[in-house]
């Protein structure tokens, strides 16, 4: 079984940055992909930036935060950060933390492992 632990988040003014985290537990051998969704009231949970275990593939980002967000990972600590900088009005939503094995995908149908989720709200 695998369980992810979400912490950071919160409150911020728009311009600022915050840093989630996420930790996994668990047995999920060495090829998988972690990442970050997120879902504001009434809309559906999307895709914001991904991970591969493998170091021959490029993080991906969802168009609306490339440049502002960055994704990494430490694999000792099994843990993926995602560092979010500039942040707007539009990036308040809950923001889920996702595993799965093998491939990185977009879809979030595809990711057996989620976290609770965690809060960011930009105000201006």
């Known amino acids: 079984q695998v369980q992810l632990v979400e912490s950071g988040g919160g409150s911020v003014q728009t311009g600022g940055s915050l840093r989630v985290s996420c930790a996994a537990f668990?047995?999920?051998?060495?090829?998988?992909?972690m990442g970050w969704f997120r879902q504001a009231p009434g809309k559906e949970r999307v895709r914001v930036a991904l991970?591969?275990?493998?170091?021959?593939?490029?993080?991906d980002y969802a168009d609306s935060v490339k440049g502002r967000f960055t994704i990494s990972r430490d694999n000792v600590k099994n843990t993926v950060y995602l560092q979010m900088r500039s942040l707007e009005l539009e990036d308040t939503a809950m923001y889920y933390c996702?595993?799965?094995?093998?491939?990185?995908?977009?879809?979030?149908?595809?990711?057996?492992?989620w976290g609770q989720g965690t809060q960011v709200t930009v105000s201006s």
């Open positions: 668990g047995y999920f051998g060495s090829y998988f992909c």
């Open positions: 996702a595993l799965r094995f093998g491939d990185c995908s977009t879809d979030t149908r595809l990711f057996r492992y």
């Open positions: 991970i591969s275990s493998s170091t021959y593939t490029t993080a």
